[in-house]
């Protein structure tokens, strides 16, 4: 009580004393004292006042400030000096934390020209070899042996370590159909899965199942049948027949360079360094926290937090937990929540922070949240993806609807490191959202998914725009039935352009570009440059009156262009478009009904002796295809771009193209802007 009383008084002093113009400014330091006034960027030579000890601290002093004062100045801001500022719980934002409006905001940020840290970690120290081993390092950690902390993750350095991984390189598959039984019977090849890993009850097995994985403990062995009896059940959609499968924490796992085991029973941490890594000297951290900042909005009373803006800041170092029964998903890690999460969220600003080494999404903004920016932004190291906006329910009231957030020129690399189908930028039921100008990449799923409704029933999910995002190396042969940008439902007045999208690789089926999958309806596609995916450049599984114009389809190796199911309704228009490719089929899966209208297209088959009379659209000829009524108006011949063997798609004068009424597309603005508007 004295504490917040000489606080109070002090900050009401200064206010009474400053011009009311100016923001009201504290700091916290990593050698600060959450006793001080937080209004000096450093202690004092008498060590009697200086800067905050920690972010809650400076929270909870200025919510004893009158709101009269809080709003008469231009805004309240943190600033963190250099650092690394461990959480000891997460950060909460409460309704009364709200700037007064945009021009006087809530701030947390870097001070200037430093890099703080907001850290759910603890460094780990007093490593020591383990005797007998040249490899081998340890440490005791007490609070795993009185069972307080059970940490799933290990940083060194900056860098992701491996939980104990069996094999090291590669996969196990399971042997025959997916299994389906309750709970999961696996069966697996003689040797791979030992006996002794069901007594130790914290051994895993981790099976990626078409689009989806599952994480369960092994509960039993029958090593005569080599039969493994896992945690949990399957869920219906996870199926894949000869399906791979590794395992994580053998004891007997730990075995290469960048692995590590924890033993709970004795509380020994044991770590592989790799051979940069000096244990003596090295930073290790493991994450104590499993979220690091949530905004609490007041969903019942209707009160938003509004006007805070996050600044500057890097977030690090969360863990993931696994149940009992372990984990088995439906699709795009839907049950994994963001580490920075929000309700009730309202004209809020995250800009030019950095989130890495986390467990989940980075950013969650779920209901009630709304006009949101996140801009300028590098997401890496990541559990699962970049940003969640929205929820799988439709909400109807309008307070707890989500809409109109701005995703751009954000950097999201490394993600999916525990949840391989984790998105990019994951729209579930929110509409009216931009998300352009971002670098995706590196993730074994989808990019950028729109939409969380299988089917024709109308959803919040619309007027959507997706633009000048680069997208690459998605997939990596790692999961199935994805794409770069992927929709499902109907979403009128979305639109999704000037995008460059390239290397998008399935495990087996379903590597594509642009995937509207089931139901996706009455989207604009135009304008996007997708290059050297594995199963086709567009494939719409079913959905009507989608628009498909001025696109450029390169370099599909199966198909350029596919269309699964036969409706009753046109499926889509596909139109001046430029399709070129050099191994493969034109066209690819059901063609049938002709419930679809082609037209205006420029195709080439750049094999060597290729024949345009000789191409076959979906196994008929150019001529009987026509008669059908399609790709009248089209024609077949090179589009001549400037080096497609380059990846450079720009035409050259005289292109045929240009000719038939297609548009150039520009790629100068694709991907994060240097200067933002």
């Known amino acids: 009580m004295k504490f917040c009383f000489l606080t109070t008084v002090a900050l009401i002093g200064y206010l009474q004393c400053s011009v009311l113009a100016a923001p009201l400014t504290f700091y916290v330091a990593v050698n600060g004292n959450d006793s001080w006034s937080g209004r000096i960027d450093a202690p004092a030579s008498d060590d009697r006042d200086g800067p905050f000890a920690s972010v809650s601290g400076a929270i909870r002093a200025i919510r004893l400030l009158p709101v009269e004062s809080r709003r008469a100045v231009g805004g309240v801001t943190i600033l963190l000096r250099a650092g690394v500022h461990e959480l000891k719980e997460p950060l909460e934002l409460l309704p009364e934390d709200s700037g007064a409006d945009a021009e006087r905001p809530f701030t947390i940020a870097n001070y200037p020209n430093e890099q703080p840290v907001i850290s759910g970690g603890r460094r780990i120290q007093n490593w020591e070899r383990v005797e007998g081993s040249a490899n081998l390092w340890r440490t005791f950690v007490p609070e795993v042996k009185d069972r307080s902390w059970h940490f799933r993750q290990l940083f060194v350095n900056g860098k992701r370590m491996t939980r104990a991984r069996t094999p090291n390189q590669g996969f196990y598959r399971i042997q025959g159909s997916s299994p389906q039984d309750k709970p999961v019977r696996l069966n697996f090849r003689p040797g791979d899965i030992d006996k002794r890993w069901a007594d130790d009850g914290d051994v895993e097995v981790i099976a990626l199942l078409a689009w989806a994985d599952i994480r369960m403990q092994i509960r039993s062995v029958d090593e005569l049948n080599h039969v493994a009896v896992l945690s949990g059940d399957p869920r219906p959609s996870n199926k894949e027949n000869n399906a791979r499968y590794y395992i994580e924490n053998a004891p007997d796992g730990l075995d290469a360079p960048g692995e590590w085991i924890l033993d709970l029973d004795t509380g020994v941490l044991t770590c592989w360094p790799l051979p940069d890594q000096d244990m003596t000297r090295a930073d290790a951290v493991?994450?104590?926290?499993?979220?690091?900042?949530?905004?609490?909005?007041?969903?019942?009373?209707?009160?938003?937090?509004?006007?805070?803006?996050?600044?500057?800041?890097?977030?690090?170092?969360?863990?993931?937990?696994?149940?009992?029964?372990?984990?088995?998903?439906?699709?795009?890690?839907?049950?994994?929540?963001?580490?920075?999460?929000?309700?009730?969220?309202?004209?809020?600003?995250?800009?030019?922070?950095?989130?890495?080494?986390?467990?989940?999404?980075?950013?969650?903004?779920?209901?009630?949240?709304?006009?949101?920016?996140?801009?300028?932004?590098?997401?890496?190291?990541?559990?699962?993806?970049?940003?969640?906006?929205?929820?799988?329910?439709?909400?109807?009231?309008?307070?707890?609807?989500?809409?109109?957030?701005?995703?751009?020129?954000?950097?999201?690399?490394?993600?999916?490191?525990?949840?391989?189908?984790?998105?990019?930028?994951?729209?579930?039921?929110?509409?009216?959202?931009?998300?352009?100008?971002?670098?995706?990449?590196?993730?074994?799923?989808?990019?950028?998914?729109v939409g969380w409704n299988w089917g024709y029933r109308e959803t919040p999910c619309r007027d959507n725009v997706i633009e000048f995002n680069h997208l690459h190396d998605i997939g990596q042969e790692m999961l199935s039935d994805m794409g770069a940008i992927y929709t499902l439902g109907i979403q009128k007045g979305t639109v999704i352009r000037n995008n460059l999208i390239h290397n998008v690789d399935s495990f087996t089926y379903g590597g594509w570009g642009l995937y509207p999958d089931e139901g996706s309806s009455e989207i604009v596609w135009e304008n996007n440059i997708v290059y050297r995916t594995k199963s086709a450049g567009f494939h719409q599984h079913y959905g009507r009156d989608n628009i498909v114009r001025n696109n450029i389809f390169a370099f599909g190796r199966e198909y350029q262009v596919m269309r699964t199911r036969a409706e009753p309704h046109v499926s889509f228009h596909f139109t001046n478009n430029i399709v070129y490719f050099d191994s493969g089929k034109l066209l690819g899966s059901n063609w049938s009904n002709d419930n679809y209208e082609i037209d205006g297209n420029l195709y080439f088959d750049a094999r060597p002796g290729a024949d345009p009379g000789s191409l076959q659209f979906a196994g008929v000829s150019l001529e009987e295809w026509r008669k059908r009524g399609h790709d009248r108006h089209s024609a077949f011949a090179d589009p001549l771009f400037v080096a497609p063997e380059k990846n450079d798609f720009r035409l050259l004068s005289g292109s045929p193209a240009l000719r038939l009424g297609f548009k150039p597309i520009d790629l100068s603005a694709v991907g994060p802007r240097s200067k933002r508007e």
């Open 286 to 449: 493991a994450p104590r926290l499993e979220e690091l900042l949530v905004f609490k909005g007041n969903i019942s009373e209707k009160k938003p937090i509004r006007h805070v803006v996050l600044s500057g800041l890097t977030f690090s170092y969360t863990d993931w937990r696994l149940g009992a029964n372990g984990y088995a998903d439906t699709q795009a890690a839907i049950a994994t929540p963001g580490d920075v999460r929000g309700e009730g969220v309202e004209d809020c600003f995250i800009r030019d922070c950095v989130f890495s080494h986390l467990a989940g999404y980075a950013i969650e903004l779920g209901r009630g949240c709304k006009r949101v920016q996140i801009v300028g932004n590098e997401m890496f190291d990541l559990g699962a993806g970049g940003v969640r906006l929205g929820e799988p329910a439709i909400r109807t009231e309008p307070f707890e609807m989500n809409y109109g957030h701005v995703l751009s020129d954000n950097h999201m690399h490394a993600l999916g490191r525990v949840y391989p189908p984790a998105v990019g930028v994951f729209i579930l039921q929110s509409g009216k959202n931009l998300v352009a100008h971002n670098h995706i990449h590196d993730l074994f799923y989808t990019a950028v998914s």
